[in-house]
């Protein structure tokens, strides 16, 4: 059974940091891209950030509302994805999902960890 | 970059109904890169549709997907009282990912 689980999240302090975690099993997780999306209080999907296989060399992206203050990285030896921000701002407040990506699609999600942005 | 529009913001029905919910895209793109997903409250999303009408696995066939171009549908021919969500359509293109703001299903 695939099990992604997400860590890490909390209330921080605007202009603060914080690492996100992602445990993937049940999968070969170093085939796969994975990604995290965010979603606010009461309202809609955001894609954050993407970060490729080893096979494709890692590659990253990010939505420009992060691009600069977030960054993806994975550990293919622990099965783990990291996401880690700073400067957050209160806009950062959601909960981050970690996610799969099968070819463009997100098919396999975690649970969730929120996080607060908030002084 | 794409943007993605849902239509209409609520759509309110009854079990056993038929429920069908737009997606429009700014420009044109491809079928193979028009997903669905459905959201129930405190939960996280699940796949449903993706290529514009392919089922993911497990999801029943009632749920059903079409499209091309700007205007993309995803049908739900009998809603189920499992069914009532929120429903969004997403995009990948340029190594950037949109989700369009959701449908809401409600209980009529």
């Known amino acids: 059974e695939v099990q992604v689980v997400e860590s890490g999240g909390g209330l921080v302090q605007p202009g603060r940091s914080l690492r996100l975690s992602c445990s993937v099993s049940?999968?070969?997780?170093?085939?796969?891209?994975m990604n995290w999306v965010r979603q606010a209080p009461g309202k809609g999907l955001e894609w954050v950030s993407f970060i490729r296989s080893r096979t494709y060399g890692g590659a990253t992206e990010y939505a420009a509302s992060v691009r600069g203050r977030f960054t993806i990285s994975r550990d293919d030896s622990k099965r783990i994805v990291y996401l880690q921000m700073n400067s957050l701002k209160t806009e950062d407040t959601a909960v981050y999902y970690c996610?799969?990506?099968?070819?463009?699609?997100?098919?396999?999600w975690g649970q969730g960890t929120l996080v607060t942005v908030s002084s | 970059e794409i943007v993605l529009t849902q239509s209409p913001g609520t759509l309110s029905l009854s079990p056993g109904e038929r429920a069908t919910l737009s997606c429009r895209a700014s420009?044109?793109?491809?079928?193979?890169?028009l997903v669905w997903y459905q959201q129930k409250p405190g939960q996280a999303p699940r796949l449903l549709i993706y290529?514009?009408?392919s089922r993911a696995t497990g999801i029943p066939d009632r749920f059903g997907g079409s499209g091309s171009g700007t205007d993309f549908t995803l049908t739900i021919s009998r809603l189920e009282p499992e069914d009532f969500a929120v429903y969004y359509c997403?995009?990948?293109?340029?190594?950037?990912?949109?989700f369009g703001p959701g449908t809401k299903v409600d209980i009529k």
């Open positions: 290529d514009a009408s």
């Open positions: 420009q044109s793109i491809s079928s193979s890169n």
């Open positions: 996610t799969r990506l099968q070819r463009d699609y997100f098919d396999i």
């Open positions: 049940g999968l070969t997780f170093g085939d796969y891209a």
């Open positions: 997403q995009h990948y293109g340029n190594s950037l990912f949109t």
